[in-house]
């Protein structure tokens, strides 16, 4: 039996009748860039986090530069951001001007804490970037309390936790801007590029509208330099839809997710992802660490089970930002050479997660029975 690592044409033939219905209502209104479908969704996916405003934009990436560029972060300043990420988050630090300064993980985890943020503020600080990397809710609580008392702003890289909860809040509503993808495999996914930006910041609502459309309020009137960084009418349609289902797909996640965690608690040389007590993670990816990545990875291949690496290379590696890497960066390489992301998507059969549960411990016990 073949597992795929995602398998998203099953959630959109799920829900294809619903979507089908988005999609002629948008094509007879006539109406596909700004209209009543993206103002619809925004209030709505504002709702949902508990903020005052959500801005669309095109993409996750404008989200977080946009944010940085409407705070007035730029040139001359930096940004404390996570070294073990998706490039996204430190590309929007670069594009505004400013200097991502990466911050290591918390031991034992993927997120930064206060602590080691704390150590890297400088007179020339000017925001902190967590990000609740895999749908793992950061403790974005502590940071905004600590940027708070610093003068910086907070941005949250929400883009894989659409849905996740730290102690009971939406991730993305601590700080001054909360930052969405909604790329098709994202818990909250449109049928092509897309992005969110939820404030409750109603000044910095209305800077980042402006932002987003070329710096124009009113069509011809420019009032500063902007973007075209709009979220299309006929993905906020799709993502319309798909709201309404969020929870009931999180939870699907989080039942596949602890056939992987009960599974796999007592195996030697196997991290799983750790959860603070009273957060709800969204389990965008599942993702374990082990010394044997690229054996066990080869070994549930030869099995028929897809796996992902997220994230192979740090980017403080890759040739644009190698002139910031961090004085010291075991803990961020050990999580991306140890780090394989296991199957799992909404409406992933239980039989094969525990499938893939039973081929990885296979390998362990196999491998433990060869050293002795």
Not at 263 to 268: E, I, N, Q, T, V
Request: proline content about 5%; charged content about 25%.
């Amino acid at each position: 039996m073949r597992i795929p690592f995602y398998n998203l044409a099953a959630e959109h033939d799920w829900l294809r009748p619903e979507l089908d219905e988005a999609y002629r209502r948008v094509v007879s209104s006539g109406w596909f860039i700004l209209g009543p479908e993206v103002e619809a969704f925004e209030r709505e996916f504002a709702a949902y986090c508990g903020a005052q405003a959500c801005i669309g934009v095109a993409n996750g990436l404008d989200a977080l530069r946009l944010s940085l560029r409407a705070l007035g972060v730029g040139r001359g300043d930096e940004v404390i951001v996570a070294a073990h990420t998706f490039v996204a988050t430190w590309m929007a630090v670069a594009d505004v001007g400013a200097t991502p300064v990466a911050c290591e993980p918390e031991p034992g985890g993927a997120a930064i804490g206060t602590a080691a943020v704390e150590r890297l503020i400088t007179p020339r600080t000017r925001a902190v970037i967590p990000v609740h990397l895999y749908g793992v809710p950061a403790p974005v609580d502590d940071l905004a309390e600590l940027c708070g008392a610093s003068g910086l702003h907070l941005v949250e890289d929400a883009a894989q936790a659409h849905g996740a909860r730290r102690r009971g809040r939406s991730c993305g509503s601590f700080g001054a801007a909360g930052c969405f993808s909604f790329y098709p495999s994202k818990n909250l996914g449109a049928l092509g590029d897309g992005g969110g930006i939820v404030t409750s910041d109603i000044g910095l609502a209305k800077r980042l509208r402006r932002l987003r459309n070329y710096g124009s309020a009113v069509k011809y009137q420019v009032e500063e330099e902007g973007w075209n960084s709009r979220l299309d009418e006929l993905h906020a349609a799709f993502l319309r839809v798909k709201l309404t289902r969020l929870d009931e797909l999180n939870a699907r996640r989080n039942a596949l997710a602890q056939i992987y965690l009960d599974g796999l608690a007592d195996l030697d040389g196997v991290a799983l992802p750790q959860v603070s007590s009273g957060d709800a993670p969204v389990w965008h990816l599942f993702v374990l660490r082990t010394r044997e990545r690229d054996a066990l990875r080869a070994h549930l291949a030869d099995a028929g089970i897809e796996t992902g690496l997220h994230y192979p290379i740090p980017v403080y590696r890759m040739a644009p930002f190698r002139k910031y890497a961090p004085p010291a960066h075991g803990a961020s390489d050990l999580l991306a050479a140890e780090s394989l992301s296991l199957p799992l998507w909404p409406l992933m059969k239980t039989e094969s997660a525990e499938t893939v549960r039973d081929a990885v411990r296979t390998f362990f016990v196999r491998m433990r029975r060869a050293e002795r």
